[in-house]
């Protein structure tokens, strides 16, 4: 299938698109830039890709958590380009990307959520998919779920803001982090390939992000 993808969960805008067994992908910083950035990634992806907008069977998009911003702009692209055109979407959560583009067994995934909390799932690879080991939740670093076993492999920049703490907290069970890993659209492209593939694409008003939790910042109240 011709299908595109797109990534916003993070500081990064990243989209991705197959044709055929092909894939093609951009991703760049974009801070707050996302909604400018978008599009115009779409059109260049597409262009490099020799595809049209009229030759996408499906739209796949990171539905979160991470930056709520950032969610907002990847779900309301997605909405408006297959509403203009009857086209499917297929969400795909932000830690579950970070799992897939990690390229491990078993991995923990750790998205920093600002207020001194990371956004926090277990996965482990089972044949084409993965396993919840942890469902994604949001916890102070100290309080994250704890795995089963050991060799667990840490990413996401959770552990870049809260190293120490995610450390103390894990022990021994995680053998190597990858702080800089990220979710990519990318990632979200293979997860959704198969639902695809399944007849499990959605209509297009169903694209809506997955925050977690209701909040983006402390009050002045609760910061003091």
């Not at 979160?64 to 692209?77: D, H, M």
């Not at 050991?150 to 995610?166: I, K, Q, S, T, V």
């Not at 979200?188 to 939790?213: N, Q, S």
Request: hydrophobic residues 45%; glycine residues 14%; charged residues 20%.
């Amino acid at each position: 299938m011709n299908l595109l993808a797109i990534d916003t969960s993070t500081d990064s805008c990243s989209v991705a698109a197959s044709r055929g067994d092909a894939v093609y992908e951009r991703s760049e910083p974009a801070l707050h830039r996302q909604a400018e950035r978008i599009l115009g990634m779409v059109e260049e992806l597409l262009a490099e890709a020799r595809l049209e907008l009229s030759q996408i069977e499906g739209i796949a998009y990171g539905k979160g958590p991470g930056s709520f911003t950032g969610l907002r702009v990847a779900a309301g692209v997605t909405q408006g380009l297959a509403l203009a055109r009857g086209l499917g979407v297929v969400g795909v959560g932000s830690l579950v990307s970070l799992a897939q583009a990690a390229g491990a067994q078993k991995v923990i995934a750790c998205l920093d959520a600002h207020m001194g909390e990371v956004y926090h799932a277990a996965y482990v690879k089972t044949g084409g998919g993965w396993e919840e080991a942890s469902a994604p939740g949001v916890y102070a670093p100290d309080a994250v779920p704890l795995p089963h076993g050991g060799d667990w492999l840490g990413c996401g920049d959770g552990f870049a803001a809260h190293g120490e703490r995610l450390a103390s907290r894990l022990g021994g069970r995680v053998s190597q982090v990858r702080s800089a890993a990220s979710p990519s659209a990318r990632a979200v492209l293979e997860l959704a390939m198969p639902r695809f593939a399944a007849g499990e694409a959605k209509d297009a008003g169903t694209a809506v992000p997955v925050y977690l939790r209701d909040k983006v910042a402390l009050k002045t109240g609760e910061r003091a």
